[in-house]
């Protein structure tokens, strides 16, 4: 396989800053979560059909059945996520739900070990142990044992463990195809899923005021093509268990966001809980040989 022009963890890094904003358009949206989500892949897919039809759709050609079953499976995935998921922000904080979505490595250690066959060092099972922890104390003083609340919780796990499931998918078909015709078919799906979602709920596609339509296309621009893209296309390169890990940040910046926009305070442990998730990302990227060799040569030019 080529090398990538750029490291993997570039891409990732703006895909994470872009998805944390997310929560903060669906929450500003007037708009029942179905209708949000389609939308939201209506406008990415319609955004991406100029370039997808100029250069890219003779490729559709060489995609094999299995490519179209894993591609079916990750785009029905990816719709019922984000149903799913934005339901739970009409029940639960911002923090506890995108704490609780973004707790895809509990999911992507076994779904890999068990599909893909890949090894866990201690390492990448110790950060994933430390970055969990982190986000379960970022939401602490939020989590519910009952109510509502609870049932906003239960929700987003759910989507937590769709989106990884659509990553899982994604990991096999997208080292076959490009990025462009891979991220189309599968938007494509999901719209289309969603669409008879919509239908059988009797949800309304319009009309809906002028700055809900601009957070339906902020939605489209920045956490999905932005974000989602940018994941599908460093999965290529890297394994689903380096974006489980990365994801992981993205609580941290809807709290903060939902602390401005919507007065959600920000608690100690949500702050400390954010330092833990950072020390657990850190320790996953950073190669520990390298930090060894750094500092085996500060010990001897002290000799």
């Not at 709290?255 to 442990?269: D, K, N, P």
Request: glycine residues 6%.
């Amino acid at each position: 396989m080529e090398k990538p022009k750029i490291h993997p963890y570039i891409p990732i890094l703006i895909g994470v800053i872009s998805i944390s904003l997310s929560a903060i358009f669906v929450k500003l949206a007037e708009a029942e979560s179905g209708v949000i989500a389609f939308y939201r892949l209506l406008f990415s897919v319609l955004i991406m059909s100029p370039l997808f039809f100029y250069k890219y759709s003779h490729e559709l050609k060489e995609l094999t059945k299995r490519d179209w079953v894993f591609s079916s499976i990750a785009g029905i995935f990816l719709a019922f996520h984000f149903i799913l998921w934005f339901e739970s922000l009409n029940y639960t904080s911002v923090a506890s739900s995108t704490v609780l979505v973004t707790l895809q490595p509990l999911f992507a250690f076994i779904g890999t070990y068990f599909f893909f066959k890949e090894k866990l060092s201690v390492k990448t099972i110790l950060s994933g142990i430390i970055a969990i922890m982190g986000s379960f104390l970022i939401s602490w003083g939020d989590f519910k044992v009952s109510g509502s609340a609870l049932y906003g919780d239960l929700l987003a796990l759910i989507a937590c463990g769709l989106i990884t499931g659509y990553l899982l998918f994604g990991q096999d078909v997208r080292k076959r195809i490009s990025l462009v015709t891979y991220t189309m078919v599968v938007y494509s799906i999901s719209t289309i899923c969603l669409f008879l979602y919509v239908l059988v709920k009797g949800e309304s596609f319009g009309p809906y005021p002028p700055m809900t339509w601009i957070w339906f296309l902020l939605l489209a621009i920045i956490p999905n093509l932005l974000g989602h893209t940018l994941f599908n296309w460093a999965v290529k390169w890297v394994s689903t268990n380096v974006i489980s890990i990365a994801v992981l940040f993205e609580p941290i910046g809807a709290a903060a966001l939902a602390y401005f926009i919507f007065a959600e305070r920000l608690m100690i442990s949500q702050i400390t809980g954010g330092l833990i998730v950072i020390i657990g990302i850190l320790l996953f990227v950073i190669d520990i040989k390298i930090i060894k060799k750094f500092f085996r040569k500060i010990l001897d030019s002290k000799k």
